[in-house]
C-alpha cells in the first residue's frame, strides 16, 4: 500500500513563497496533497514554469498523479496604491477616484474604472474583506463621493467588493487572457474562472480551450451573488464547482455562507460534478503550527458535507509550516471519514429520460452492489473521466480505482471524491482485462485473499465506450 495518504476528501494546496521549491513540493506531495493551485494573481510566468516543472518531474520520480489548477485572477477591483498610516474614520467623506492619485485619507484611485458607470447613491462598498464600509452619497464625474460608516486602516492594493451593484466588468480580463494562453500551452488539468456571474461566462472560455484542442476542465467559483442565484444553469456547463468563501462572504451576508456551502455541496453531488470548498480552512496555522478548534471543526464539516475537495491557500502559499498544514487536514479528514456514515452512500436514481440512463443504471447498481456486499473497491475504465465523475457522485465507501490510456486525465481524476487513477493501456479481452486489473490491485497492495471489489467496463472492451456491464470479483 502506498505511504501517501488515502484520504476521500482530496486536498489542494496553493503554491507561494513559501511552497514553491521543489523540496517542500515533494514534502507537501508525501504529506497527501492530490492537487497544486496556481494563483495566477501572483508570480511571473518565470516562477509558475518553474513549480509546473517540478510538479512533472515530481510526478515522474513518485509514480503519482498529482494535479495541477490554474486559478485565473478575474476582474478583481482593487485599491491602488495608498501612501504609508493612512487610516478611514467613521462620519468621515472619502471619495473612490478614477484619476491616477496616491491615497490619503480623503481619497483614493481604484484598478476598475468603470465603478462610476456601476454604482449608485445607497449602495455599499466594501474594503479590503469587510473591514472598512462605506456608503455611496453620489458619483460626480470621475469621482464616487462616499461615507465612511466604519473606518479602519487602508492599505495599497485591498480588494474593493460592489455587494449591493451589477458590476459590468467581463468575467476574463486582459491578463485573463494572457494568463489562460499560459496555462493552456502548458497542459494545465484544470483552469478556475473568478468571479463567475452567469453560464455565459464559463461558456466562454469553454470556447477558448476548444479551439486549442487540449483537455483542459473548467472550475466555476462562486464568489458572487449572481453566481448563486444562477448555480443551477452554471453547474450544468462547468466541470466543478469551486465554494470560494472568502469574496463570498463579503459579497452577500456572512451567516448565509454555511448553507449555500451545503446547498451547492449538494446539487454538485447530484450532477456528478466535483466541489471544493476554499479559503479560511486553517488560517492561523500561517502563523501557528496547530489549527484552532474552530478550523477543525470547519474542515470535519465540509468533509461531512461531502466536499470532493478542501483547498488551503496561504497556508500553503506563504505560511510557516506548509507540510504541517497538510497533514493536520489529513487527520481530521481520515478521523471524520473513519468514523461517520453520512458521508457515504448518496444515492440519486438516474434519471429515466437521459441518453446515459443504461450507462448511468449500470454505474448506480455498481455503488449499490459494494454497499451490500462490503466491496473494498470498485474499478472502472475510462477515456474522457465519465465514469470516474459517476461512481464518485454515489459516495461508496468502496475505493474507486479508475484505469485508463489517458495519462492527462489520470492527472486531473486527482480531484474528484475517493477516485484513483491508474496508468493501463491494454484491452484484450474483457475476461482479461478483469484479471489484470485485479492483479494489478493486489500487488499495489490495495487488496487481498477475501476481499470482494466490484468491476465495471465496456462490452466489448475493444470499442473502448461507457460502461455497460458490472461484475462482482472474489479475491482467491
Not at 449555500?260 to 496555522?285: G, H, L, R
Amino acid at each position: 500500500m502506498s505511504m501517501i495518504p488515502f484520504n476521500k476528501t482530496k486536498i489542494v494546496a496553493t503554491i507561494g513563497p513559501a511552497s514553491n521549491s521543489k523540496a517542500v513540493l515533494k514534502s507537501l506531495i508525501q504529506s497527501g496533497t492530490d492537487v497544486f493551485r496556481l494563483n495566477f494573481s501572483h508570480g511571473s510566468y518565470a516562477d509558475h514554469q518553474k513549480v509546473i516543472d517540478n510538479i512533472r518531474q515530481l510526478n515522474e520520480e513518485l509514480g503519482t498523479t498529482v494535479s495541477m489548477l490554474q486559478d485565473l485572477q478575474g476582474p478583481k477591483i482593487r485599491v491602488n496604491e495608498v501612501a504609508e498610516d493612512v487610516v478611514l474614520k467613521s462620519g468621515n467623506e472619502f471619495i473612490i477616484t478614477t484619476e491616477e492619485v496616491l491615497g490619503n485619507e480623503k481619497r483614493a484611485s481604484t484598478s476598475y474604472k468603470g465603478i462610476i458607470h456601476d454604482v449608485k447613491g445607497g449602495d455599499m462598498v466594501l474594503i479590503d474583506d469587510g473591514k472598512i464600509e462605506l456608503k455611496i452619497k453620489e458619483v460626480q464625474g470621475g469621482d464616487v463621493i462616499c461615507e465612511v460608516v466604519h473606518g479602519g486602516t487602508l492599505r495599497s492594493r485591498k480588494g474593493i467588493n460592489l455587494p449591493q451593484s451589477n458590476v459590468s466588468a467581463p468575467s476574463m480580463t486582459e491578463k485573463d487572457y494572457e494568463d489562460l494562453q499560459f496555462g493552456i500551452k502548458n497542459n494545465m488539468d484544470w483552469i478556475a474562472l473568478s468571479f463567475v456571474r452567469s453560464a455565459a461566462d464559463i461558456l466562454e472560455l469553454r470556447s477558448i480551450i476548444e479551439k486549442s484542442q487540449k483537455e483542459i476542465r473548467i472550475i466555476a467559483k462562486i464568489e458572487k451573488p449572481q453566481a448563486v442565484e444562477n448555480i443551477d444553469e452554471i453547474i450544468e456547463v462547468t466541470d466543478a464547482v469551486m465554494v470560494a468563501r472568502g469574496d463570498l462572504g463579503v459579497e452577500i451576508l456572512l451567516e448565509e455562507v454555511p448553507i449555500v456551502q451545503k446547498k451547492i455541496v449538494q446539487k454538485c453531488i447530484k450532477a456528478a460534478k466535483p466541489v471544493i470548498i476554499a479559503t479560511q480552512m486553517m488560517e492561523s496555522m500561517i502563523e501557528n503550527p496547530r489549527p484552532t478548534r474552530a478550523e477543525t471543526n470547519d474542515v470535519a464539516n465540509a468533509v461531512l458535507d461531502g466536499a470532493d475537495a478542501l483547498m488551503l491557500s496561504g497556508e500553503t502559499a506563504v505560511g510557516a509550516f506548509p507540510s504541517e498544514v497538510i497533514k493536520s487536514m489529513v487527520r481530521t479528514i481520515s478521523s471524520v471519514e473513519r468514523q461517520s456514515e453520512k458521508i457515504y452512500f448518496q444515492d440519486h436514481t438516474p434519471a429515466s429520460d437521459s441518453p446515459l440512463f443504461y450507462n448511468d443504471t449500470v454505474i448506480h447498481t455498481a455503488s449499490q452492489l459494494a454497499k451490500t456486499s462490503n466491496a473494498k473497491a470498485i474499478t472502472g475504465m475510462t477515456q474522457k473521466g465519465y465514469t470516474a465523475f459517476k461512481i464518485s457522485s454515489h459516495r461508496p465507501k468502496a475505493h474507486i480505482f479508475i484505469f485508463s490510456e489517458n495519462r492527462i486525465f489520470l492527472n486531473a481524476m486527482n480531484l474528484i471524491w475517493g477516485v484513483r487513477g491508474i496508468f493501463y493501456n491494454k484491452a484484450t479481452s474483457t475476461d482479461e482485462t478483469m484479471k489484470d486489473i485485479g492483479n494489478i490491485l493486489k500487488e499495489k497492495g490495495y487488496i487481498e485473499k477475501g476481499d470482494v471489489f466490484i468491476s465495471t467496463a465496456s462490452m466489448p472492451i475493444k470499442e473502448k465506450g461507457r460502461a455497460n456491464m458490472v461484475k462482482i470479483n472474489y479475491v482467491d
